[in-house]
Nanobody, 114 residues
Framework: VQVVESGGGLVHPGGSLRLSCVVSGGTFSDFRMGWYRQPPGKEREFVAGISTSGDNTYYTDSVKGRFIISRDNNKNAAFLQMDSLTPEDTAVYYC????????WGQGTQVTVSS
């Protein structure tokens, strides 16, 4: 199973980014999908998660109301729409496909700076 993130970059405070995560080599609809991030000098932390069907979503408190996680089981893809970004959102963002085994991507850098 391969997990590949894309969509990171440099954005000004208040801006938006949409991260994408494509999974190949497995049955995508069997995976719970999640996004984690690792800010500079800090530990990796949970950001958002979505159930296999997409009916249930979960967020860490600091991103509620600003980030939206979604998935498209027909495209084997998950997404993280990030709005109202702040410098505190600067981190490497990782996508994970969770099942009997968890699979992780290599990460995509998000930098929020003026």
């Amino acid at each position: 199973v391969q997990v590949v993130e894309s969509g990171g970059g440099l954005v000004h405070p208040g801006g938006s980014l949409r991260l994408s995560c494509v999974v190949s080599g497995g049955t995508f609809s069997d995976f719970r999908m999640g996004w984690y991030r690792q800010p500079p000098g800090k530990e990796r932390e949970f950001v958002a998660g979505i159930s296999t069907s997409g009916d249930n979503t979960y967020y860490t408190d600091s991103v509620k109301g600003r980030f939206i996680i979604s998935r498209d089981n027909n495209k084997n893809a998950a997404f993280l729409q990030m709005d109202s970004l702040t410098p505190e959102d600067t981190a490497v963002y990782y996508c994970t496909a969770a099942g009997i085994t968890d699979f992780w991507g290599q990460g995509t850098q998000v930098t929020v700076s003026s």
